[in-house]
């Protein structure tokens, strides 16, 4: 009895003892996400640098989720970037008469070529003011340099180099390991260009879709080189020979064909920005991180009466599906929603709807358009497209009255497909599973993944694709007044870049998030107004449970590192089911 409450004791010890250190670990984690979004004022001194070192995930909308990127294996904070805060405080810098200049500290981005597109242009309206730009990095990735570009003067340290050798896009197959698992993708489409599904069925490229890869990053490239040679005032030729020979590839190279301004260390680069800034040698320099400055108080020339007028901007980010979502996957009902809240508020004016989205589900995306299609009739409604608009995408934006996008923006792709996989072989072949069923009627068993689909089953399936197909290009072409005959022309599939987008009127204008709500004041003709941000965020307890029910996907991912965008891939496939307005492949530029 003796040795029973011994052991008892020492388990109610145990027990006691770790949760008073989950309990502190907790207490520590909630201050850490307090001290993250607390709204101190921070006071900006005299001749102070603006700090960008942008390491960090840039997303569209910031200030969501206070552990959406907390580091759990180092219990750090690792705060995405929202594009929305960085493009405002950029506009802050411009007339705060404390900031001098910004220093971009820049190596890598975990942006796409729109998003930079949009920071840099931002950067370019900063520099009217006369004020000066410096970007240095120890080592340059294409993006980084195309940002880093942009400033008075470009520096790299001396043992360096700039990754800048043109835009490859690849893409991996699963024909092969579906094979020897026995799965039959059972792929479905229309266009010819709708590669969707040729990762499952073929094991490289088809004809059509090495056409249009081609197409679009050439057009992505040709603008980023256009946008750099203006800048450094090269010729496009010149920076292709660059690119064809990896002459950034030390920093010597990269001074001699005039791809950077100069080379130093850390500390020489410090006296370069003394130098901007008319400091002594021994002077501290002023360098406010962007985090900061977003307590900044506003200049007083920025400061103008709250205005009633309200126009409203809701973002869509992510796969579309059905149901409520998230801030990274669109949800039907929540994004629906925030559009049908934004209409029905007489005070908001006008709505610009920023999407960001490979497409999804065709379903899940009418629910959306109708929405929009709704909203466009009591107020104007602008399109934002950010790196990615295509597919169901597209589908949710054709209804704008007004669509901004990026020159560099992956567009288009209007086209469906369906894919139910028929794995009867791996289960039966492979794990030794065999099915039997009984049925009402000859169909009941249709969407069965345990067997292939019957030549009736698969003609149904044509028959919806094909339907949802016309819906699709009666939509684009009533949206963007266009023939249906030139929408299917333009459709198939087919993925555009934005600059292809525009010439084929497929949207109106170049320009991000600042220049559709530009336009979407003049549609709405405000003299006032002022920002509000839809879908409304939940509660801090609401998104702190969400956050921890991330740790996982969070770890594995900090394991897999370049790696787990394969992962999602895979993972991705498992939900390609039914009809699906999508990209049929997630892009990476490198």
Request: glycine content about 8%; charged content about 25%; overall charge negative.
């Amino acid at each position: 009895m003796k040795q029973f409450f011994k052991f008892m004791f020492a388990s109610m010890l145990g027990s006691f003892l770790t949760f008073l250190i989950i309990f502190f670990l907790m207490i520590g984690i909630i201050a850490t996400a307090v001290s993250i979004s607390s709204k101190d004022t921070v006071k900006v001194a005299d001749k102070s640098v603006l700090h960008l070192t942008l390491t960090t995930e840039v997303v569209d909308r910031g200030g969501g989720n206070p552990f959406e990127s907390f580091d759990f294996m180092s219990f750090s904070p690792r705060q995405p970037i929202g594009l929305n805060h960085l493009l405002e405080d950029l506009k802050k810098a411009k007339e705060d008469e404390q900031i001098e200049g910004i220093f971009l500290d820049l190596t890598a981005m975990a942006a796409g070529w729109s998003t930079i597109a949009e920071i840099r242009s931002a950067i370019e309206d900063f520099k009217e003011s006369g004020k000066f730009v410096v970007s240095y990095g120890e080592a340059y990735t294409q993006q980084a340099y195309y940002l880093g570009s942009v400033a008075d003067g470009i520096y790299l340290h001396p043992e360096g180099g700039i990754d800048f050798r043109g835009l490859n896009s690849e893409l991996f197959f699963l024909k092969n390991m579906l094979d020897r698992l026995g799965i039959d993708p059972q792929v479905i489409r229309y266009g010819e260009y709708k590669s969707a599904g040729e990762p499952f069925f073929r094991e490289d490229m088809s004809p059509e879709n090495r056409e249009q890869i081609l197409s679009y990053i050439s057009s992505i490239w040709n603008n980023v080189l256009a946008d750099i040679a203006t800048t450094r005032g090269l010729t496009i030729n010149h920076l292709n020979e660059v690119a064809d020979n990896l002459y950034t590839r030390n920093a010597a190279l990269a001074l001699e064909w005039n791809m950077i301004d100069g080379t130093a260390y850390r500390d020489e680069i410090y006296d370069v920005l003394r130098g901007h800034l008319g400091l002594d040698p021994d002077d501290d320099i002023e360098l406010v991180k962007q985090g900061e400055y977003r307590k900044a108080p506003l200049p007083k020339s920025m400061i103008a009466p709250r205005s009633k007028n309200k126009v409203a901007v809701v973002y869509a980010s992510g796969n579309i599906i059905s149901g409520q979502g998230s801030d990274r996957i669109i949800g039907s009902d929540r994004i629906a929603g925030a559009l049908r809240a934004a209409r029905k508020d007489d005070d908001v004016k006008a709505i610009v709807f920023r999407i960001n989205s490979p497409g999804g589900s065709a379903l899940a995306s009418d629910v959306i358009l109708r929405e929009v299609k709704l909203a466009a009739k009591e107020k104007p409604v602008v399109a934002s497209m950010g790196d990615v608009a295509a597919s169901g995408g597209y589908y949710i934006a054709c209804k704008a009255d007004w669509i901004v996008a990026s020159p560099s923006t992956i567009t288009g792709s209007i086209g469906v497909f369906g894919m139910i996989p028929n794995m009867q072989g791996f289960f039966n072949e492979k794990l030794g599973i065999t099915f039997d069923n009984v049925k009402t009627n000859q169909l009941a068993d249709m969407m069965s993944v345990t067997k292939p689909l019957t030549p009736a089953e698969r003609r149904i399936i044509k028959e919806g694709i094909a339907q949802v197909y016309d819906t699709f290009i009666e939509h684009v072409a009533e949206g963007r007044n266009i023939p249906v005959s030139v929408v299917d022309e333009l459709g198939r599939g087919r993925v555009w870049s934005g600059a292809e987008a525009k010439q084929n009127g497929l949207i109106d204008d170049f320009g991000g998030l600042d220049l559709a709500i530009e336009k979407a004041i003049e549609l709405a003709e405000l003299e006032d107004y002022r920002i509000v941000e839809y879908p409304i965020r939940k509660e801090f307890l609401e998104q702190l449970l969400e956050g921890f029910g991330g740790i996982q996907e969070r770890v594995l991912q900090r394991k897999l590192g370049p790696s787990y965008r394969y992962y999602k891939q895979l993972e991705g496939a498992r939900d390609m089911t039914g009809i699906l307005t999508r990209l049929p492949y997630d892009i990476y530029l490198d």
